[in-house]
């Protein structure tokens, strides 16, 4: 068991974001980091870092407005990412802060706004062919603020419209993955919402589009481990943007609030892989950026969390559970599942890293790097260079 659960690992490949890195916050402001990321080189050399600790973060997800210039085009990216040990995974469209988008990008009224927006779109698909990468992820702030202020049913359809040509342009190996949130910045009613509208959106685009679940994208009583269930069965889940929340799209670090719900997510992806005999082709991606919590080492915490509770749902003893599952013995059945997150795995986690000739603390080794005072002091200078406004450094 123990074997089988350490060599799972290497299924968790956990793509970062490269705006993981850089200074963002919330609307009501952000707290400046010395050692956050400047430019795009400084966004890969430290996923690139998180990588050569972790061992499990080959890729970095790209927003293209924040990561791509006329000056800085996709070769000279995927150049830089080269250079940092890790590749461009998906492609993530910026349809959500052009001046034009205030009634939408896909849902707009205004038809001239749309093609803006597809047009946005198939640049992305077309960049993502340059540099290699298979992975397009959509994400909408689309909807209205309140009610009446446009129809629901024909933006539905100006979605459809949308989707529809974005597969078109994909090529063979390209997924379009379409991320649903239910609310914000849209207040009233947000135009994917929900893994359902997702669904449909996706088998209505065609075969190449999956649903892409965000674990911060749900009401607080929503039962995200069945979504992910369904998804499965249904051979939809295109993979997961992970942080956690308390209230709603919060984006905290993995496990910070609720580890046993990413541990059920998690059970569900083993369970079918016993089922299925191979593990799901999904992408598992964090997205995150932290305004209080030092960018490096949350990240770091992050991808080890996911890796701990990926370890203990591979600990669940399967038989065990169907037998227990089988005569309804409930109790049985759930001290399964609990048994195993309750395990200690610091050891399996251990042996996997050292296989792969890691530390078997990531986050203590990048302590003991001293990478985070080097960038923290690096950038400072570089920052008051450029007369950009710098921020508190953190210990
Ligand atoms: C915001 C959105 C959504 C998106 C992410 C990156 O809520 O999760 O995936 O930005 O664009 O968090
Ligand atoms: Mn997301
Ligand atoms: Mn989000």
Same mark, same amino acid.
């Given at each position: 068991m123990n074997e089988q659960a350490v060599a799972s690992l290497d299924q968790l490949q956990i793509e970062l974001p490269s705006w993981g890195f850089a200074d963002t916050g919330t609307r009501f402001g952000k707290f400046l980091q010395?050692?956050?990321?400047?430019?795009t080189a400084d966004k890969f050399a430290d996923a690139g870092m998180a990588h050569q600790l972790?061992?499990?973060?080959?890729t970095v997800a790209v927003h293209v407005l924040w990561d791509f210039s006329e000056e800085q085009n996709a070769a000279a990216v995927a150049q830089i990412a080269d250079e940092a040990g890790v590749r461009i995974g998906s492609i993530n469209a910026n349809l959500f802060q052009d001046q034009e988008y205030k009634l939408g990008s896909f849902g707009n009224p205004d038809a001239a706004v749309r093609q803006q927006a597809l047009a946005h779109s198939l640049d992305c698909i077309e960049l993502g062919k340059e540099v290699g990468s298979d992975l397009f992820t959509l994400w909408f702030a689309d909807g209205t603020n309140y009610p009446g202020q446009d129809s629901i049913r024909k933006r539905k359809r100006r979605f459809q419209e949308g989707l529809r040509a974005c597969h078109a342009a994909l090529s063979d190996s390209q997924t379009m993955l379409v991320e649903y949130k239910p609310f914000e910045p849209a207040f009233y009613h947000t135009d994917v919402a929900d893994w359902g509208m997702s669904y449909v959106f996706c088998k209505d685009a065609g075969p190449q589009a999956k649903v892409l679940v965000d674990t911060g994208h749900h009401y607080a009583a929503q039962n995200i481990e069945q979504i992910v269930a369904w998804l499965l069965d249904e051979r939809m889940l295109g993979g997961f943007h992970f942080n956690d929340r308390r209230?709603?799209?919060?984006? *905290?670090?993995?496990?910070?609030?609720?580890p046993y719900q990413i541990f059920r997510i998690f059970n569900e992806i083993h369970d079918y892989a016993d089922e299925a005999g191979e593990y799901p082709d999904i992408a598992y991606m964090v997205d995150q950026s932290h305004n209080l919590k030092p960018k490096m080492e949350a990240m770091i915490q992050t991808v080890m969390t996911a890796q701990d509770l990926w370890v203990k749902a591979a600990l669940v003893d399967r038989a065990a559970l169907r037998k227990f599952q089988r005569e309804g013995s409930i109790v049985d059945a759930e001290n399964v599942l609990k048994t195993a997150f309750n395990t200690n795995v610091d050891g399996l986690t251990a042996e996997w890293r050292s296989s792969k000739g *890691?530390?078997?603390?990531p986050l203590d080794a990048y302590r003991k790097s001293g990478y985070g005072a080097r960038i923290a002091q690096e950038r400072a200078a570089r920052r008051k260079e450029l007369g950009i406004q710098s921020g508190g450094s953190y210990a």
């Open positions: 010395d050692g956050s990321a400047i430019d972790t061992g499990c973060c080959p209230y709603a799209d919060d984006d *905290l670090t993995l496990g910070s609030i609720d *890691l530390a078997a603390d």
